[in-house]
């Protein structure tokens, strides 16, 4: 069989051509001149040259792999690895679908690098010198973890001769080659619901060494092999591994949903798409847009003399228990491409960032990623974040802010990335929030804590009658959707808007000079601004950084590649709302005077706007009579529902007064403040 395979390969790579028309003499030509490289081959290739050629690669490739590098070596005049890539079609598995039947076979195994080993040399031949007779001896070593023709050899290494003279050891006579562990584990969220992620032990060598690091997402191709661990006490137990051949790093390109382009852009046109998060919570409409920017995010600026600025959007949520905080953190990682859930009391500041940790095997220190080291270019969900201890939080100062995870210890120096959001909830101090108190009582969390965050909103559960019927409605809606019933209004599906997300993270906005005007002068006045009693943060730096993340996700969304005026507004009403509003009530908008100057900051709303705000003061009273003596008559017949469409209250209304549609939903925002109806997103909420 090996003599086919070797005709078979020769005629493979004598007719084998690049996109580039070159041959495997030029491409091995163009490779640096080391003592070892790789070649990189198209399983597909050759399979269409010759599937039995195939077929043995994958069946047999221990046996065949080192008559193909002979080949190669050959042409080249050195030593020349051969890797392999392309579709493996059933051979493509991930930690959990390895089983027994794979043993001897090359595989692809796609999953994320939870450890490293360090790399060390491994002995290939030693070399020892007799010094009384003036003679040197050398040893081969070969073991299961190596791809060879040549048979396994023993492991004892000669410290004496046959006559039991004590031999002196060459070591730069000797030869070695790099060797490096790692650990591939299944992707959290292609893990069965339930059940821990599994994983599956890499073996790198030679010039594979190094190419991963804790938190890289790979597929890895190699030979799937087993070892003899069980030792005496249990002598049929074996290790498997994987011996790698090739790497390849897993884009977050490829992982995106298939959807057609026109289908993004009617969603780009929707300006409630928010209302898609989590449908089945009622209200914390302004949550529930700010979430949707965490998950678009901003831009990541790199400057020239190498520093970044973070794009990742920083959230925390801070209310009375059973006000939805861990529903929609639920919701998000379900929502987002990567997410990694933790709790406060379940995590430690290692577990959060990275730890060293003893191999128990080996002996040997090795680096195993945390949290937000798996979650790269991901969002990470902290439920309890008031719970974790003062010296866990510090640990992910670094990470909120540069997004790095720095190691000295235990001898290993290193830095990860950590580029991922942080979506935090947290209880108040006393279980329950006293509005009496001032926020900083209420969340105590350090100033430099708090600063790392984007935007911090604060819930409370107040028996409210109204609201209580409002919600209770609202679940008892959801409850018959779940039994077949259909409702409009509920928000694009999951699977959709998730494929959405994807695709507004990959727009790159450009800031407008229009919106940085406004940025530059919203920020001027919040540094100015005199009572900060009322802040639940002191207004930083940092806050400018947020306006403009804020801003550029606000763009993504729309799929727009300039940042506008609107985009920008949008993002301080946002930060406003975060600053000053001390609780978030469903159905009701709160106007905070934040300087004795009288500087209006008005709370974020669908059309609440500073300049809309001052034309609801100027509509004509007899026309404010007019509305609200109408929407008494409405509400006063028992027969009429408590949940009215604007656009049917404007058909009730008639044309007598000529009353615009702005006009009446100005009106009805002025009884909404004076809590007389709820009035949200063009719905009216009529109270008994």
């Known amino acids: 069989m090996e003599s086919e395979f070797i005709e078979s390969f020769k005629s493979f790579i004598e007719s084998y051509r690049t996109p580039q028309d070159r041959d495997i003499a030029e491409v091995i030509a163009k490779l640096p001149y080391e003592d070892h490289q790789r070649i990189i081959l198209n399983i597909n290739d050759m399979r269409a040259f010759d599937k039995a050629l195939a077929k043995g690669i994958m069946e047999e490739p221990t046996t065949l792999v080192p008559f193909a590098e002979d080949e190669l070596s050959g042409i080249g005049g050195r030593k020349i690895f051969l890797g392999i890539k392309g579709s493996f079609g059933e051979y493509t598995l991930n930690p959990r679908t390895l089983s027994s039947i794979y043993i001897g076979k090359m595989v692809c195994i796609e999953g994320i690098v939870t450890s490293c080993s360090i ?7 030693s070399v020892h010198y007799n010094p009384s007779k003036n003679v040197f001896y050398s040893k081969e070593y070969r073991d299961s973890t190596m791809v060879t023709k040549l048979p396994v050899t023993n492991t004892v290494y000669p410290t004496r001769d046959v006559d039991g003279t004590l031999l002196v050891t060459e070591f730069g006579l000797s030869e070695y080659f790099d060797y490096q562990t790692v650990v591939l584990q299944e992707m959290p969220e292609k893990a069965p619901p339930g059940q821990l992620p599994r994983s599956v032990e890499v073996i790198l060598t030679f010039d594979l060494v190094d190419k991963l690091k804790p938190g890289d997402r790979a597929k890895i191709y190699g ?104 529903q929609l953190l639920r919701y998000v990682l379900n929502a987002a491409q990567l997410s990694v859930a933790t709790t406060g009391k379940g995590s430690s500041g290692v577990g959060l960032t990275a730890a060293v940790v003893l191999d128990k095997d080996t002996g040997e220190k090795r680096l195993e990623a945390g949290a937000m080291v798996l979650a790269d270019r991901g969002v990470v969900c902290i439920d309890e974040f008031d719970k974790m201890s003062d010296g866990d939080r510090v640990a992910i100062h670094e990470v909120m802010e540069q997004q790095t995870v720095t190691i000295a210890k235990a001898g290993i120096h290193t830095t990860l990335n950590a580029r991922c959001s942080v979506l935090a909830a947290a209880n108040p101090v006393w279980g329950q929030y006293r509005e009496s108190r001032p926020p900083q009582d209420n969340v105590r969390l350090p100033e430099s804590l708090l600063t790392r965050f984007d935007l911090i909103f604060v819930t409370l559960d107040k028996s409210n009658a109204d609201a209580d019927q409002l919600i209770s409605e609202h679940v008892l809606r959801m409850h018959m959707l779940a039994q077949g019933y259909e409702e409009e209004g509920m928000g694009i599906k999951q699977d959709l808007f998730r494929a959405y997300i994807q695709h507004c993270r990959q727009k790159r906005p450009v ?10 002068r919203e920020y001027t006045l919040l540094r100015q601004t005199k009572d900060r009693k009322e802040q639940i943060v002191s207004i930083t730096p940092r806050m400018l950084e947020t306006m403009i993340r804020l801003s550029t996700a606000n763009a993504k969304l729309r799929l727009s590649d300039v940042v506008e005026y609107d985009d920008a507004e949008c993002a301080v009403n946002l930060i406003k709302d975060s600053l000053f509003q001390k609780v978030i009530k469903p159905g009701k908008r709160i106007k905070v005077v934040a300087s004795e100057e009288k500087d209006e900051f008005d709370l974020v709303d669908e059309k609440g706007t500073l300049k809309q705000r001052l034309e609801a003061t100027m509509v004509d009273e007899d026309k404010v009579s007019f509305v609200s003596h109408a929407l008494y008559d409405y509400s006063a017949d028992p027969q009429n529902p408590r949940i009215l469409e604007i656009d049917d209250f404007m058909k009730y209304l008639g044309t007598d007064m000529s009353v615009t549609e702005k006009e009446v939903e100005s009106i009805l925002t002025g009884l909404a403040e004076k ?7 063009g719905r009216i909420y009529l109270l008994n």
């Open 119 to 125: 790399c060390r040399p491994k002995v290939m031949k």
């Open 223 to 326: 030979i799937y092999k087993s070892l003899c661990y069980g030792g005496q006490q249990f002598p049929s137990r074996f290790k498997t591994v994987v011996i790698a051949n090739n790497i390849e790093k897993t884009k977050e390109e490829e992982e995106r949903d298939v959807v057609p382009e026109i289908e993004f852009e009617k969603l780009s046109g929707m300006k409630n798409i928010h209302h898609s998060i989590a449908p089945s919570i009622f209200g914390h409409d302004i949550i529930k847009k700010s979430i949707a920017l965490l998950l678009v995010g901003g831009n990541e600026v790199i400057m020239k003399n190498g520093s970044k600025i973070r794009g990742d959007i920083n959230i925390l949520l801070v209310g009375d228990p059973s006000t939805a905080k861990s």
């Open 511 to 520: 800031l407008s000079r229009e919106a940085a005007r406004l940025i530059v």
């Open 675 to 681: 809590d007389l109806i709820l009035f949200e997103n």
